[in-house]
Nanobody, 124 residues
Framework: QIRPVESGGGQVQAGGSLRLSCTASKYTYTTNCMAWFRQAPGKEREAVATIATRGLATYYADFVEGRFTISQDVAKEAIYLQMNSLKTEDTAMYYC?????????????????WGQGTQVTVSA
């Protein structure tokens, strides 16, 4: 069973940057996709970005608008989310997830394993 563990959240001012990290032992052997999701209070969980674990394909939600980059370091068994030009509306709990069949599928239902989340707060 994969247990993603997130880190790197925090508080930042609008326009700033944060880099989230997620480690998941041996994820390349057992999953097609890794993803970042987020959930703000009172809102549904939504995909931010996904990445194919054996390849280069990445997918982003429309709201990312080129501000975020998902990447992976297979040797470190880690994926990252570099977030630049943060907006107050990016404030949410960010979750790392493993699973998926088609990495272009941005539905939370496509993912089997979830981390506990890391809080990102963007202040004006």
């Amino acid at each position: 069973q994969i247990r993603p563990v997130e880190s790197g959240g925090g508080q930042v001012q609008a326009g700033g940057s944060l880099r989230l990290s997620c480690t998941a032992s041996k994820y390349t052997y057992t999953t097609n996709c890794m993803a970042w999701f987020r959930q703000a209070p009172g809102k549904e969980r939504e995909a931010v970005a996904t990445i194919a674990t054996r390849g280069l394909a990445t997918y982003y939600a429309d709201f990312v608008e080129g501000r975020f980059t998902i990447s992976q370091d297979v040797a470190k068994e880690a994926i990252y989310l570099q977030m630049n030009s943060l907006k107050t509306e990016d404030t949410a709990m960010y979750y790392c997830a493993a699973g998926g069949v088609l990495c272009s599928d941005l539905s939370p239902d496509a993912y089997d394993y979830w981390g506990q989340g890391t809080q990102v707060t963007v202040s004006a």
